[in-house]
């Protein structure tokens, strides 16, 4: 088996020379993409093809940004990243469809073991990190490991999610917790939407 093949299946890992050498191409890739100017569009979406394992139409993360690995992350439509998304992704990540991340968000799959015997034999305990569809996470939010969050869901700025958050929720705070459900009554009035629609076609 791969040592990629079994990273991903395996939720332990010891820091070995092909994790080091993962760590270097994903550096190498954001660095490269730190750089680019804005108008250089094709550019960023080809080194985002090369870094994740794969990635839908029309992705945008704003720069600067971090990666750990990238091959274990994979991104759907319309993914939008404010400036300074960090990616801790030595495990697996899946993010939906429209997904809008504020700015100074990180995902993070790993953690170390607790007790200081093992955690200085070194490595890395992973849990895999989903996302669902159409989700907004606010600015400054920590999401860690083995957080799954549902489809349509809305994080609060600077929340700390350590758990799973249902689809169709608001949900703050640290740790974070489930605010209420989204219904009809968070549909914007008349004027809000004339605005929103207003800055939209500017």
Not at 31 to 48: A, G, W
Request: hydrophobic share 35%; aromatic share 10%; with cysteine.
């Amino acid at each position: 088996m791969a040592y990629n093949d079994k990273v991903k299946l395996d939720n332990y890992y010891h820091y070995v020379e092909p994790w080091w050498q993962d760590a270097y191409r994903a550096s190498q890739l954001t660095y490269d993409y730190n750089l680019t100017r804005i108008t250089e569009v094709q550019k960023r979406d080809e080194i985002l093809r090369d870094l994740f394992a794969k990635v839908g139409e029309e992705p945008l993360i704003e720069p600067p940004f971090h990666c750990d690995r990238g091959f274990f992350t994979t991104i759907g439509n319309n993914f939008y990243a404010n400036f300074g998304f960090t990616l801790l992704d030595s495990g697996e990540v899946v993010i939906g469809d429209d997904v809008q991340i504020g700015p100074n968000v990180t995902i993070c799959t790993a953690s170390h073991p607790v007790h200081p015997e093992e955690r200085i034999q070194g490595g890395i305990i992973n849990e895999p990190v989903h996302i669902g569809n159409n989700v907004w996470i606010g600015a400054h939010v920590f999401i860690g490991p083995g957080v799954h969050i549902g489809d349509n869901a809305v994080i609060g700025a600077g929340s700390i999610v350590i758990r799973d958050i249902p689809a169709n929720t608001v949900a703050v705070g640290n740790p974070c917790r489930v605010l209420r459900q989204i219904t009809d009554a968070d549909r914007m009035d008349e004027k809000t939407r004339q605005n929103y629609v207003g800055n939209a076609d500017l």
